[in-house]
């Protein structure tokens, strides 16, 4: 039997004639993962970095989005070789690792997707779900066409090593994070602040002119917009957790009466 793998986000990124939309997911359930897949977006982010997910729930939203059209991509918490080796493995084909300002960097993190000799990978594919259990003819030798590896930029120092990061062979994306990068700029919590704004910018013009994709998180429509307009070519426009947050927010709103809600509590 002959299993074939969906196309990558580096396969959809080079397709596409728009920016690619995307959701994050940070909540953990692969109900709330199928619900979001189906919602029409391009792309969804499941977070192992801010969200409380472990290998097993990644596994299951991986397989709770498996049968729509949107692609997922997994952020790893860190650009940990041990943590990569499991998320592939579980079948992951798209990855994101936050945390990168240089070269050295992001070519650490392509050597821990790829096997030897190009990398560093260990060698499980008959015992996985990346290779369907060796369902996937020749995923050994083709594992590197499997596999699309983006990193985020979100220090001041990244930003500065822009170019040289999306240089790197094997990086196929660059994602730009405002709110690290607010916080590395002495500006926590002010992702629209000017110096925040032009820091992004500035990064977007040295991957572009690397030819790298090149993507940002930005939940406020207008901010989105604009990132849009200076080229980038993925985007993150809202999270499952905010938008819960808000929609419940508003029903409250609409239909309790001021003060009906009783005190909050935090446990």
């Not at 999306?166 to 994602?175: H, M, R």
């Amino acid at each position: 039997m002959s299993f074939h793998l969906s196309p990558t986000f580096r396969d959809r990124l080079s397709a596409a004639s728009r920016p690619l939309v995307g959701g994050w997911v940070c909540s953990g359930s692969a109900l709330v993962a199928e619900i979001m897949a189906g919602s029409g977006l391009d792309w969804l982010l499941i977070d192992m970095e801010h969200g409380p997910n472990t290998l097993e729930t990644v596994r299951a939203q991986l397989q709770a989005v498996g049968g729509s059209p949107v692609t997922p991509v997994v952020r790893v918490p860190i650009g940990d070789p041990v943590t990569i080796k499991q998320v592939l493995d579980l079948g992951a084909q798209n990855i994101l690792v936050p945390m990168v300002s240089s070269a050295d960097e992001a070519r650490a993190v392509v050597a821990a997707t790829r096997y030897p000799p190009r990398g560093g990978r260990g060698v499980g594919s008959a015992l996985a779900r990346s290779a369907r259990w060796n369902r996937v003819e020749d995923y050994l030798q083709n594992a590197d066409a499997y596999v699309s590896v983006c990193v985020q930029i979100e220090t001041s120092a990244g930003v500065e090593a822009a170019a040289e990061i999306a240089a790197v062979d094997g990086i196929d994306g660059v994602f730009v994070g405002p709110s690290d990068l607010a916080a590395s700029l002495g500006v926590l919590g002010e992702q629209t602040h000017p110096d925040v704004v032009d820091a992004v910018r500035r990064a977007f013009g040295a991957v572009q002119a690397a030819g790298t994709p090149v993507g940002v998180n930005a939940f406020d429509p207008q901010v989105a917009q604009s990132y849009v307009d200076a080229g980038a070519t993925f985007v993150l426009v809202g999270a499952d957790v905010a938008l819960l947050a808000r929609g419940s927010e508003a029903l409250a709103a609409r239909w309790v009466p001021a003060g009906g809600g009783g005190d909050r509590v935090s446990y």
